[in-house]
């Protein structure tokens, strides 16, 4: 079991941790509009009519460039959240919270410099890691919001970051896990430069929900445990 040491049930969130989550925020604005910048870049060069499916693919040495940069936005994610907090609850949270925010900018930059996506029904090359994920654009919108709305309540929880058991962990990895699942189900359209099929919502709803939903069950969980435990009003009284 993961825990860290809990502020006050009774405290507001420290002026600190305040500042630390709307420069946060920050950060991953600044993602989202480096994001959207290199996407312009390349659209520019491959779909100068505009980005559509079947995918042009690019030469061997952009895509490498391309994974390379894939993964070093989440190696900057995984540093800023890893100096945001203190314990690993706080920095996941962080790290959740400022993916969920990169990526949903990402695709608001997009549409106030190209107008795309035209419809949330539009699809999209997600990922390149370690295959091509694919999905219509509400998809990785939807896991966007609930990671910033999951993050923000971890980070600014009156009572700290609640401890979360390895059952928990189990669930939610698995939730995410089938959320992946859905993004890859149609890798090969990628490579083999075809139009997408149906999206694989049989996965991506249970994933997602699962995910939001085990969350909610935690936290009234551990707050109905927290207010079952009686007041003890002279505890410490033997140091005064």
Do not use: K
């Amino acid at each position: 079991m993961i825990s860290a040491e809990p502020r006050s049930a009774s405290a507001e969130p420290a002026p600190g941790l305040i500042s630390r989550y709307v420069w946060l925020w920050a950060f991953a604005l600044a993602m989202g509009w480096f994001e959207a910048a290199v996407v312009v870049y390349l659209r520019e060069l491959y779909y100068p009519d505009g980005f559509r499916f079947p995918i042009v693919l690019a030469t061997p040495r952009v895509a490498a460039v391309e994974i390379a940069r894939e993964a070093a936005s989440l190696l900057m994610i995984t540093v800023v959240a890893w100096l945001a907090g203190r314990r690993f609850p706080e920095r996941f949270g962080a790290f959740m919270l400022v993916f969920g925010v990169w990526d949903l900018f990402y695709y608001a930059f997009l549409w106030l410099i190209l107008g795309w996506p035209g419809s949330l029904a539009d699809w999209d090359v997600l990922f390149l890691i370690p295959l091509p994920w694919v999905a219509p654009v509400w998809a990785p919108m939807a896991v966007a919001l609930a990671l910033v709305a999951t993050g923000s309540r971890i980070l600014l929880a009156r009572e700290g970051p609640r401890p979360l058991r390895v059952l928990d962990w189990g669930i939610e990895i698995g939730a995410g896990l089938l959320i992946v699942a859905s993004f890859l189900a149609q890798w090969r359209v990628v490579l083999e430069q075809r139009m997408p099929g149906a999206f694989a919502s049989w996965l991506f709803w249970p994933g997602l929900l699962l995910g939001i939903g085990w969350f909610v069950a935690t936290e009234a969980r551990d707050r109905r445990a927290g207010e079952a435990v009686p007041p003890t009003p002279l505890a410490g009284a033997g140091r005064l």
